[in-house]
T-cell receptor
């Protein structure tokens, strides 16, 4: 079945460092891809999305490009802030199925 | 517009009891999904409803059930609670459009003692 694999965390960075969180997927067909973020004590918030190959999703300085050839959707940010500390989830959705999540990657940014 | 509302936010129950959680989706969203989140298993899909019909179901025992009403509000019920049912239960609503993501509520934190 469909699945999402994320890099293991935690990821610990200093403020203003470059961030990459790897995400790869296995799916038949052409899924839509998403990144969600969860802050402590809260539900998940949609961070960005891409619906077809080569689409780039972006929001709040975060970017991810839908790479069908490598089945990847890596999350990047050029300069992280302390306020970016959270858990990040990669997810996919296909027609007729529910949203499928990766295990999540915890990001901790120190000043 | 109002987001996804889940009630209650926190709940403590005793093993063997049953519990009902409620979710009100964003106005106009007819699809509601439920997830269980635990530190060990991450986010696991429970079930999805669309227009009062269960459309998808995850791999959970029959003690977990749900329903959706004509106004799209949804409830999930867990009977004969076990300690392992302690988790954050998240509800999400969405449009049927595949390109749209889900909008999540803040969740109900269930503790079984």
């Amino acid at each position: 079945g469909d699945s999402v694999t994320q890099m293991e965390g935690p990821v610990t960075l200093s403020e203003e460092a470059f961030l990459t969180i790897n995400c790869t997927y296995t799916a038949t067909g052409y899924p839509s891809l998403f990144w969600y973020v969860q802050y402590p004590g809260e539900g998940l918030q949609l961070l960005l999305k891409a619906t077809k190959a080569d689409d780039k999703g972006s929001n709040k300085g975060f970017e991810a490009t839908y790479r069908k050839e490598t089945t990847s959707f890596h999350l990047e940010k050029g300069s992280v802030q302390v306020s970016d500390s959270a858990v990040y989830f990669c997810a996919l959705r296909q027609a007729g199925t529910a949203l499928i999540f990766g295990k999540g990657t915890t990001l901790s940014v120190s000043s | 517009k109002a987001g996804v509302t889940q009630t209650p936010r926190y709940l403590i129950k005793t093993r063997g009891q049953q519990v009902t959680l409620s979710c009100s989706p964003i106005s106009g969203h007819r699809s509601v999904s439920w997830y269980q989140q635990t530190p060990g298993q991450g986010l696991q899909f429970l079930f999805e409803y669309f227009s009062e019909t269960q459309r998808n179901k995850g791999n959970f025992p029959g003690r977990f059930s749900g329903r959706q009403f004509s106004n799209s509000r949804s409830e999930m019920n867990v009977s004969t609670l076990e300690l392992g049912d302690s988790a954050l239960y998240l509800c999400a609503s969405s449009l049927r459009d595949l390109a749209q993501g889900y909008t999540f509520g803040s969740g109900t934190r269930l503790t079984v003692v």
